[in-house]
Every structure is written in structure tokens, then in C-alpha cells.
């Protein structure tokens, strides 16, 4: 029964964990959390909201055009 406490007690801690770190993703442009957007798209060591997109390709898209 032991043995049993053992890996109920780990594995509540990892899925605490992966909650913790999933519960973080932000973008790191705006800040907005991953909930608050429709789409949070992962870079190496970066996140972007689809809201950020859609400014960032305005601006490129106003620089080509100038």
C-alpha cells in the first residue's frame, strides 16, 4: 500500500506541476495570458498571441508599401 501512496503523491505533484508551467504561458509581447487570446503560438523560448500577429504583420506590411 506503501508503494501506492508513493505514486499517488508523485504523480499529483507532476500534474501540479505541468499545471503551473501551462498556467503561465503568457505573450511576451503583450502579456496577455493564454486564455485571454484565441491562438498562443510557442517559439523557442518566446510566445506570441494572435493579436500581436495581426499588429506586427500591419506594421511590416505599412513599411513594404513606404
Given at each position: 500500500?506503501?508503494?501506492?501512496?508513493?505514486?499517488?503523491?508523485l504523480r499529483r505533484a507532476l500534474q501540479q506541476s505541468?499545471?503551473?508551467?501551462w498556467d503561465s504561458f503568457r505573450c511576451s509581447f503583450?502579456?496577455?495570458?493564454?486564455?485571454?487570446?484565441?491562438?498562443?503560438?510557442?517559439?523557442?523560448?518566446?510566445?506570441?498571441?494572435?493579436?500581436?500577429?495581426?499588429?506586427?504583420?500591419?506594421?511590416?506590411?505599412?513599411?513594404?508599401?513606404?
Amino acid at each position: 500500500a506503501r508503494g501506492g501512496d508513493v505514486q499517488d503523491a508523485l504523480r499529483r505533484a507532476l500534474q501540479q506541476s505541468r499545471q503551473a508551467r501551462w498556467d503561465s504561458f503568457r505573450c511576451s509581447f503583450c502579456d496577455a495570458h493564454r486564455q485571454d487570446v484565441r491562438k498562443l503560438i510557442s517559439g523557442p523560448r518566446v510566445f506570441i498571441c494572435d493579436s500581436c500577429v495581426g499588429d506586427a504583420t500591419a506594421v511590416i506590411s505599412d513599411v513594404l508599401r513606404a
